[in-house]
């Protein structure tokens, strides 16, 4: 058969996806079910799903298939397959067998030693292991630049954001950074600490789950459990998110469950006709964080949504309406410089990602040294989120990505909230009745909107190319600013 | 290395067992977790695995290896490993693709009509399906009793109990046949139905967590969850077992869960060292039926324990201990001729079994066809259980096991029972304080005896030889005659 190459590689990557569905549901159950005795052979379960994988992925008649299907005249969606086949590909056979053991090995160490050091907020502890650690990665990212034709820290990002250049992250992050820092300053003149919300953890899980009915949550094809760290996982028709309650305070647990749920939208709809086909999926991590951040940042938090969300909140309670709005509109708008990422405000969040991007990249390229992270990190961190922690726990330590291997992941949590913007705006002036639709807790125009836009396109274009086509104009950091600016600074918004 | 086959084997056999050990937990999660939408894609996500097992299993060299194996000067521990390799070579490798491929779909369509037969109450509409998937189990058998060397009924056995000849079934069957039919009758006389004992869920929850407790079940290894039919999944340092709670009755969830725990706890005894290979595995379902009524039929029900049971049903419910402990009694003493297998007791329960496995010969080898399939039900039934069904539902409607393809599993339930009653001889004659410490809710006396003879020594020897090891005598019926008549006769005895 004269496609013959094609059809091989297609049932050859349905098994590959087939696997990666079984990891999914795996590392569901670890999080979520597993009793802690059942780790080490959970563990031995996981290595032997990776080798079957990666022997599928990387044996070399893939890549003559590739080369192959690459020459034959298909339909433009099987090209776009072929092209995300081949990204798998490259990521898993152009690094060497014993580089990826010896990689998967480090960060597993590394990752385990950095627990300790962050308890005992003791950098030295894990410094030796960090610095074998990033010795491979920086051979891994060797490796792959040289059969991607780019520079090591984009075959990095790749990983995570297929294609996706640092000409364009430097663009957009020097665009951004100095207006940003000017936002920042303004809105966080004077602003008093707003109170939590304490609420018992039974009504907490029943607001989220009334919330996800709003949002559309398709509960015959998903879950929502409960995990040290928020979470979405399974598979497109069993997604099966996560949060973390804490009765002190509602709202993390509830927008956590929102943006948990802007990913699983994404997940389920994904186009049904190209399941377990690498085309089927999301093209990376900026798109599925632009899904996320549209449902936590942009949607959920609207003056038109945060009022539903304020009368549904005080009917659970049994408060007055006025007063939960008032708590809710001042810990939305609320701004403050401080050190961890993941407890930031949306506003100095991505100053977080700015400071680093600029240390992953020195120390993928050899201008940081290991030795040198935590000072390094005190004085990038003055300098882009305007206060440097005083011990590491606060600082250098406080994210797992770099010690279990992951470096060019963080600056997709930026992207995808600039993208997010973008989409958002452009739904907006394709929906002019949608604030009066959030307003009554319905979702389903802006669902039904993601869904023809993104969500039902899989990876048949790359992440910019979906933008461009939604929104009109290549991705730029505009709607980010001016959603900002609305947000936080025009105060009388909400 | 001389001994290389062998430890191409055991590297094989070792990613097998983890691919089987990646089914037990995706079982666990389809019965007690998928949302309802998720099964197709679950399907997917088995066929892959399946197919993968069976690759590495079927593979000619795995047979070439297995050859050379047995040549070798190995300890005995690795003898019995490769005896358990071939084992599981010859189920998978002796039977051609094509024919497995249609003996799964076959079997899973039945299945799927049989769901709807039932329901209706009509065998007709199953009986097409189940003639289709009969005639190719005919081939399958046919298949394997070459590559035995022993009959089709025995080949299709001998995938649930290694080893077990038809001659030994029909004498032990033979031999309990007349005996039992004559106890059922005297046990029936005139015995009025004892009440139920109703309990709220929580509470029955509550006491099976206990009952659990006083059992040896590791949490840290182990968890107890609800599903539609109670079974044990998961793998041994994570292993899963099912209830089903009914508010009506608090007996059936109870022992449910008792029963489980004595196939969660040979699991979790298995040897450690071997974790993963097939020796490391038990010697098939006989053995395993043996643990699992070990616990709920022989100990849990004893005078002893369940006076135990009585107190604590008693302080959860707030009744007082005597009126439980009577009721419990009663319960448990009663004998009633009914016509669903799940739900017989003890005493007429192997009348089912006997029926069954005369049917299943007989469809096996061709002396009884698919359309004379309800009456000669009704026929056996009558001669077996001393009663016939007016329908089918409640006759040969009513178990799974051929409708999935499952000829020659039934035996082991019986046989089970069996070795369970001259297990319990043997430990009792060992362990004078048994029934002192079974009082007091204290089963580690019991539980250590079952470690020690039968759950550490894996498939280090076949059923029979850890029965006669243990017990000092080959399997015989009269530890479980004699078991039925105290328990069920000599009413004293309670």
Same mark, same amino acid.
């Given at each position: 058969?004269?496609?013959? @190459?094609?059809?091989?590689?297609?049932?050859?990557?349905?098994?590959?996806?087939?696997?990666?569905?079984?990891?999914?549901?795996?590392?569901?159950?670890?999080?979520?079910?597993?009793?802690?005795?059942?780790?080490?052979?959970?563990?031995?379960?996981?290595?032997?799903?990776?080798?079957?994988?990666?022997?599928?992925?990387?044996?070399? $008649? !893939?890549?003559?298939?590739?080369?192959?299907?690459?020459?034959?005249?298909?339909?433009?969606?099987? +090209?776009?397959?072929?092209? /995300?086949?081949?990204?798998?590909?490259?990521?898993?056979?152009? !690094?060497?067998?014993?580089?990826?053991?010896?990689?998967?090995?480090?960060?597993?160490?590394?990752?385990?030693?950095?627990?300790?050091?962050?308890?005992?907020?003791?950098?030295?502890?894990?410094?030796?292991?960090?610095?074998?650690?990033?010795?491979?990665?920086?051979?891994?990212? /060797? %490796?792959?630049?040289?059969?991607?034709? !780019?520079?090591?820290?984009?075959?990095?990002?790749?990983?995570?954001?297929?294609?996706?250049?640092?000409?364009?992250?430097?663009?957009? =992050?020097?665009?951004?950074?100095?207006?940003?820092?000017?936002? !920042?300053?303004?809105?966080?003149?004077?602003?008093?600490?707003?109170?939590?919300?304490?609420?018992?953890?039974?009504?907490?899980?029943?607001?989220?789950?009334?919330?996800?009915?709003? +949002?559309?949550?398709?509960?015959?094809?998903?879950?929502?459990?409960?995990?040290?760290?928020?979470?979405?996982?399974?598979?497109?028709?069993?997604?099966?998110?996560?949060?973390?309650?804490?009765?002190?305070?509602?709202?993390?647990?509830?927008?956590?469950?929102?943006?948990?749920?802007?990913?699983?939208?994404?997940?389920?709809?994904?186009?049904?006709?190209?399941?377990? *086909?690498?085309?089927?999926?999301? @093209?990376?991590?900026?798109?599925?964080?632009?899904?996320? +951040?549209? =449902?936590?940042?942009?949607?959920?938090?609207?003056?038109?949504?945060?009022? =539903?969300?304020?009368?549904?909140?005080?009917?659970?309670?049994?408060?007055?309406?006025?007063?939960?709005?008032?708590?809710?509109?001042?810990?939305?708008?609320?701004? *403050?410089?401080?050190?961890?990422?993941?407890?930031?405000?949306?506003?100095?969040? @991505?100053?977080?990602?700015?400071?680093?991007?600029?240390?992953?990249? /020195?120390?993928?390229? #050899?201008?940081?040294?290991?030795?040198?992270?935590?000072? $390094?990190?005190?004085?990038?961190?003055?300098? %882009?989120?305007?206060?440097?922690?005083?011990?590491?726990?606060?600082?250098?330590?406080?994210?797992?990505?770099?010690?279990?291997?992951?470096?060019?992941?963080?600056?997709?949590?930026?992207? #995808?909230?600039?993208?997010?913007? *973008?989409?958002?705006?452009?739904?907006?002036?394709?929906?002019?009745?949608?604030?009066?639709?959030?307003?009554?807790?319905?979702?389903?125009?802006? +669902?039904?909107?993601?869904?023809?836009?993104?969500?039902?396109?899989?990876?048949?274009?790359?992440?910019?190319?979906?933008?461009? *086509?939604?929104?009109?104009?290549?991705?730029?950091?505009?709607?980010?600013?001016?959603?900002?600016?609305?947000?936080?600074?025009?105060?009388?918004?909400?």
């Amino acid at each position: 058969m004269h496609d013959a @190459p094609y059809y091989r590689l297609q049932s050859r990557f349905a098994e590959i996806g087939r696997l990666d569905e079984i990891r999914g549901i795996l590392d569901w159950d670890q999080a979520t079910q597993m009793p802690r005795g059942g780790s080490v052979a959970r563990g031995e379960q996981l290595k032997t799903l990776a080798q079957m994988r990666h022997r599928l992925l990387s044996e070399p $008649a !893939v890549g003559d298939w590739l080369d192959e299907a690459t020459e034959l005249a298909l339909e433009p969606w099987r +090209l776009a397959n072929v092209r /995300a086949m081949r990204h798998m590909y490259l990521h898993a056979a152009t !690094v060497p067998s014993a580089l990826i053991g010896a990689l998967t090995y480090s960060a597993s160490l590394t990752e385990h030693t950095w627990r300790e050091a962050r308890e005992e907020n003791d950098f030295a502890l894990v410094a030796p292991a960090l610095g074998e650690l990033l010795a491979l990665v920086r051979e891994e990212a /060797a %490796h792959k630049a040289e059969a991607l034709g !780019v520079t090591p820290y984009e075959a990095l990002m790749d990983r995570y954001d297929p294609g996706r250049g640092w000409p364009e992250i430097e663009r957009l =992050f020097g665009q951004l950074s100095p207006k940003l820092s000017l936002m !920042v300053e303004r809105a966080c003149e004077g602003a008093a600490v707003p109170p939590p919300l304490p609420c018992p953890v039974e009504v907490q899980r029943g607001i989220c789950e009334a919330v996800l009915q709003a +949002l559309g949550f398709d509960w015959e094809h998903g879950r929502l459990d409960e995990s040290a760290h928020p979470f979405t996982g399974g598979v497109p028709d069993d997604v099966r998110i996560t949060t973390r309650y804490a009765e002190e305070d509602l709202l993390p647990a509830l927008f956590a469950t929102i943006h948990e749920a802007g990913h699983a939208q994404y997940e389920r709809g994904l186009p049904e006709t190209w399941r377990g *086909q690498p085309v089927g999926q999301a @093209p990376g991590l900026t798109m599925h964080e632009s899904q996320s +951040l549209g =449902f936590e940042m942009q949607i959920a938090r609207s003056p038109a949504f945060s009022g =539903f969300l304020a009368r549904l909140i005080a009917e659970r309670l049994g408060h007055p309406t006025e007063t939960v709005r008032s708590v809710l509109a001042r810990r939305l708008a609320h701004v *403050q410089r401080t050190l961890i990422r993941v407890e930031a405000d949306e506003l100095t969040y @991505p100053l977080h990602i700015l400071l680093r991007t600029e240390l992953e990249r /020195a120390l993928v390229s #050899g201008d940081l040294e290991v030795a040198d992270l935590p000072e $390094a990190w005190r004085d990038a961190s003055a300098r %882009h989120v305007g206060i440097a922690p005083e011990n590491d726990r606060s600082g250098c330590l406080q994210d797992i990505h770099w010690y279990s291997g992951d470096f060019g992941y963080f600056p997709t949590y930026a992207l #995808g909230a600039m993208v997010a913007a *973008q989409l958002v705006a452009a739904a907006r002036a394709a929906l002019p009745n949608l604030d009066r639709s959030l307003a009554q807790g319905d979702w389903s125009d802006y +669902l039904a909107w993601c869904r023809a836009h993104v969500h039902a396109l899989g990876s048949r274009y790359s992440a910019d190319e979906l933008v461009s *086509q939604a929104t009109g104009r290549p991705l730029g950091v505009e709607s980010y600013l001016a959603h900002l600016e609305a947000r936080y600074l025009a105060r009388s918004a909400g």
